[in-house]
């Protein structure tokens, strides 16, 4: 089924670990984005991309690193976590029609 | 930038119910969407709404954008079980960036 996958699932770090948090569509959207989803806060906008080798950064960056090597791909990489980015994260994607397709969501917790 | 307020925060209604969630903007709204969250699952899109006054129907969800275009409401007529989630709006910002309000649960009593 065409949509947005993400994994992992759920991920538990240590304070200080690197990871990344993938994320693949198959719909040929251009447009992708990183969410991450805090209680009472709705959803923030991490880092986003309108294309292949094209990224730029949303309302809270820090921390967080993307690339868009391939249309399909949208990886989100944590180089040293720490407890303020437990969150749920969300990737979307989005494409000529309105809306956009999110994915499952990934929960992370940062001990 | 813009932002997104919603009103109210938490709801709990018998099944069966009417319902109305609202959400507004701080600047006039270009593009409104609508989604639903269950707990786990990934944001579902409901409907968009781009034109002041616009109306638009989804089984027994209805959304409107005001003529003001800052302002628009989601009505659940009847609900059911099926409709507890979270209810969350979104909008494009200038910056093609998108934008969410906080969100709204809702939890239908059978």
């Known amino acids: 089924n065409a949509g947005v996958t993400q994994t992992p699932k759920f991920q538990v770090l240590k304070t200080g670990q690197s990871m990344t948090l993938q994320c693949a569509q198959d719909?040929?959207?251009?447009?992708m984005s990183w969410y991450r989803q805090d209680p009472g806060m709705g959803l923030r906008l991490i880092h986003y991309?309108?294309?292949?080798?094209?990224?730029d950064q949303g309302e809270v960056p820090n921390g967080y690193n993307v690339s868009r090597s391939t249309t399909e791909d949208f990886p989100l990489r944590l180089l040293s976590a720490a407890p303020s980015q437990t969150s749920v994260y969300f990737c979307?994607?989005?494409?000529?029609?309105?809306?956009?397709?999110f994915g499952s969501g990934t929960r992370l917790t940062v001990v | 930038s813009q932002e997104l307020e919603q009103s109210p925060q938490s709801l709990i209604v018998q099944e069966g119910k009417n319902l109305t969630i609202n959400c507004t903007s701080s600047?006039?709204?270009?593009?409104l969407y609508w989604y639903k969250q269950k707990y786990g699952e990934g944001l579902i899109f409901l409907m968009m709404?781009?034109?002041?006054?616009e109306e638009k129907s989804h089984e027994k969800i209805t959304a409107k954008l005001d003529e003001k275009k800052q302002q628009s409401s989601l009505h659940i007529t009847a609900s059911q079980p099926s409709h507890a989630g979270i209810y969350l709006c979104?909008?494009?910002?200038?910056?093609?960036?998108?934008?969410f309000g906080p969100g709204t649960r809702l939890s239908v009593l059978p």
């Open positions: 991309s309108v294309g292949a080798g094209i990224t």
């Open positions: 709404l781009q034109k002041g006054g």
């Open positions: 719909m040929n959207h251009e447009y």
């Open positions: 979307a994607s989005s494409g000529t029609r309105p809306g956009y397709t």
């Open positions: 979104g909008a494009e910002d200038y910056g093609q960036n998108f934008v």
């Open positions: 600047k006039t709204l270009y593009g």
